[in-house]
């Protein structure tokens, strides 16, 4: 019966996930399943276009590899205290990818993600399920990227729910999805 509920469960959790995001079938994917290859075990994900793997989870949630989604709450961090959690993750016992070198992508690597048939959000939600997560403006947190603007201290971001880039400043708290270069 657990078993059961939990497909059950399963199932209505992709169903909502497939009814948020919004995609158009005449526009050719950019980021198809078959250009990833997914670790269900450890929630990682590696890219075969650009070589890099991914943290298929957001900071803040975790990998289930039971339901092979994440789980849990976007947690969010000024640019310096997010530089700090990730070394400080690559240290940890919560790191259980089997990966010791994660950063924060670049603004290039991070905009290489995005579905451009797709938005809300514009990224393969095979590879990133359970993404979307609401902040106190009512919108899903913005990705950070690496990219420094150093004459107006501000970072370059990655906007997944309408498939853009922009620019904020390095106080504010923002989402990060982090990558490695690091061969498993």
Do not use: H
């Amino acid at each position: 019966m657990k078993k059961i509920l939990l497909l059950v469960l399963t199932l209505i959790s992709f169903s909502f996930a497939a009814v948020l995001q919004e995609c158009k079938d005449t526009l050719t994917k950019t980021a198809p399943n078959v250009r990833f290859v997914n670790d269900d075990i450890n929630g990682t994900s590696k890219d075969l276009q650009t070589g890099l793997i991914w943290n298929r989870c957001v900071m803040g949630k975790k990998w289930n590899k039971d339901k092979k989604t994440c789980e849990g709450e976007n947690t969010a961090f000024n640019w310096a205290s997010t530089l700090t959690n990730i070394q400080d993750y690559n240290m940890s016992d919560e790191n259980n990818t089997g990966i010791t070198k994660w950063r924060l992508p670049n603004i290039k690597e991070l905009y290489s993600l995005a579905e451009n048939a797709c938005v809300k959000p514009a990224l393969n939600i095979t590879v990133f399920p359970n993404f979307l997560s609401k902040n106190e403006y009512g919108v899903e947190n913005y990705l950070v990227s690496s990219t420094y603007l150093e004459a107006s201290s501000e970072v370059m971001l990655f906007f997944p729910y309408s498939n853009s880039t922009g620019t904020y400043s390095v106080a504010e708290n923002l989402g990060a999805l982090l990558v490695s270069d690091e061969i498993k």
